[in-house]
């Protein structure tokens, strides 16, 4: 039974950092393309940051420069460092796993962690 759990969520002032973590279970960590997600309310679930089993990153153009994707493989965890925090970032942070073989996906969520940027 795969299992990620998010944890690192909180509230934080503008401009302050927040390090997020994603803990995985029950899966071949290093062979997934992990990522994080974000969901602020009234909005659609967005692409925040993947990082490929090959270490390789990607990033939405919102949050270049200011987050941080990371993987340790021999924790089967994925971090999102979180830096120079703004209102717009307010949003339930969703960790990813996928993976794609022979047609068929894989595709694992966490349950979510809020992160809230407000003085």
């Known amino acids: 039974q795969v299992q990620l759990v998010e944890s690192g969520g909180g509230l934080v002032q503008p401009g302050g950092s927040l390090r997020l973590s994603c803990a995985a279970s029950?899966?071949?960590?290093?062979?997934?393309?992990m990522g994080w997600y974000r969901q602020a309310p009234g909005k659609q679930r967005e692409l925040v940051a993947t990082v490929a089993s090959d270490g390789i990153t990607n990033y939405a153009n919102s949050v270049e420069g200011r987050f941080t994707i990371s993987r340790d493989n021999a924790k089967s965890t994925v971090y999102l460092q979180i830096n120079g925090l703004k209102s717009e970032d307010t949003a339930v942070y969703y960790c990813?796993?996928?993976?794609?073989?022979?047609?068929?996906?894989?595709?694992?969520w966490g349950q979510g962690t809020q992160v809230t940027v407000s003085s």
């Open positions: 029950g899966m071949i960590f290093s062979i997934y393309t």
């Open positions: 990813n796993g996928n993976l794609r073989r022979s047609n068929v996906i894989f595709d694992y």
